[in-house]
């Protein structure tokens, strides 16, 4: 009995065999036209796999393997060739070929491939369903839409001798939002060995047809701000990337607002909240989360190309401000100052030699004071002037000295009054540590700070009670004072705070930048949006629109005082319910003002007022001295003394 159905099998396979060796060079030369002829072709790589899980299929798909390579035209020879090798993750693009007999089979391929799926172009034929509407075929497309494997054909061999090639379209208009149904994407046309089209992996990403994607994140400017004034829409950096994408995909845009622990947790540089956010709450995540040039296996999800580049610098308070005093004489340095004194004192004690040792020597009136006028710019009397080629050599030297001095000081003056510069602020970050200032950041980035500065001194770090923005206000007001601090911050903050609030003229940038971060949109791990995110953060910086927006938020940090735009401040609410935005007191309403009309306040101008009071009331002093002194004098008692004259007699 047993040797019957031995021969009865033995018959059918060689039957089976022998009517299925046409076929078999159809399907063969089919899955060879679509490796040369389609986006794989191009392609330097392939990667092959053959798996089989019933016994019943021997080694049909090592044969049809050798027939596909041996069906491969000689050009495509130098193409390198992995059979049946594990792939890393790796973001670059790739052609998969796999040979299949059931759903089993190419779940245990797919368990060892961990390239990024959604860069890939697969090619799949499965031997054994043959209903392209089947369930067996639906349970395919669904594990691959899981997988993020979009660029892929399912070729199916049905009865009748004709080959078919099946996808899906995760977003359509006929069929809605991420519903997994197979599609006859192609037809093999065994009369003439052609596929009917040549678009063999038609774009299944270009159009969301409205469809929801759910974006996690939370409002922080000048990143993200979801505006409430009744035109909901976005604003800041990556609100206008964000709404970018949307009009260019066309998507609509779901939010889920991450909580402050969510938001605390994401610092884990090994990101296990993201496993919960893209597990249960949203397809992508974005709120200037740095990239990660090494990220692979041991983090639980993907991230898109970077879009902006962060740089983390520090801004100090100023330390004591000039005094009304002391900006009298900021134009020149002290040494100047010494040398200026010097020489006027020898210009008086020459005089004084030339008034003693030639009296006769013709002088002005006022020696002394014509000299000082003569310094100023004044002039001298006709008189006055030297008549000799020498001395009027001395006389223009002296004049031209002297103007040179006016002007530079007019301009260092100008600079004082128009710029408020304040004294001596660090320029360096070395500096900033060689002064002891105490450098508040963000809770949980110690472990960045530290390893980019790790002369950094652990009690010189305190943690911020609020955000970066809540934090200027107050460390402005420290500014005059003896405390020295410092906030750690990326260089957008400042520059969004300075574009909003004037009490920046009171802060300081460090520009030295500690480290440069650049930022990127997080996905699920192998997410079919890594690709598409790409693309738009590409068009979007061919056509100029991130550079727009940077200076639009951003860009005052390099910009002139008096040539800052301010714009519109957006409130809105932080993490932890406070006001995020500072918002203007009204003294501090009157005080952009000057700034905006371009001209000098009292406060400016407060030493020239101050020593114009002085010299009037030392005026006042001296003319009351002046009034007084003669009547001092008469008012003494005169001793006299009689003289006795001898009378004059006759002839004596």
Known sequence: MKFCLYIIFSCCFVVTKTMGSGSDEDLARALAQVVVNSEMGSLKTLYIYTHRSSQTTGGHLEELLDQVLMALPSTSQARKLYIQQSMEYKPYVHAVL?????????TAIYGRIRATQDLSYTLIYMSLPTEAYGGEIQLVLRLLWRLSVLNVGVVLRPPGGQLIMVS???FSASHGCQEILPNVVNRYQVEIGQWASQDYFPPKLGNFYG????????????YLVWRRDGSESFVGIEGALLQFMADNLNFSVGIYWMNKEEVLATFDESGRIFDEIFGHHADFSLGGFHFKPSAGSEIPYSQ???YFMSHIMLVTNLLSAYSTYERLAFPFSPLLWRVIALVLILACLLLLMVHRLWPG?????????ELFVLTMGGNLEERCLPLGFSGRLVLLTWMFGTLVLRIGYQSGMYQLLRQDTQRNPPQTISEVLAQRFTIQLAEGNEANIMASLPELRPEQ??????????SFPALAQQSGCSARLAILTPYEYFGYFRKVHPVSRRLHLVRERIYTQQLAFYVRRHSHLVGVLNKQIQHAHAHGFLEHWTRQYVSAVDEADESVSRIAST????LDGIEGDPRLSEAEEQQVAPVRQNVLSMRELEALFWLVLWANLGAVVVFLIELLLPRLKFGKRITRIPIRVPRKTDGK
């Open 361 to 369: 020597h013709e002088l002005p009136r006022n020696p002394y004071y």
């Open 168 to 170: 899906y379209f995760p």
């Open 211 to 222: 469809c929801l994607l759910t974006c996690a994140t939370w409002e922080d400017m000048p």
């Open 98 to 106: 796999a040979l299949v007999d059931d759903l089993p089979a190419l």
């Open 461 to 470: 770090l305190v943690h911020l009670e609020g955000s970066e923005l809540q």
């Open 304 to 306: 898109s190309t970077y």
């Open 571 to 574: 409130s809105y609410q932080t």
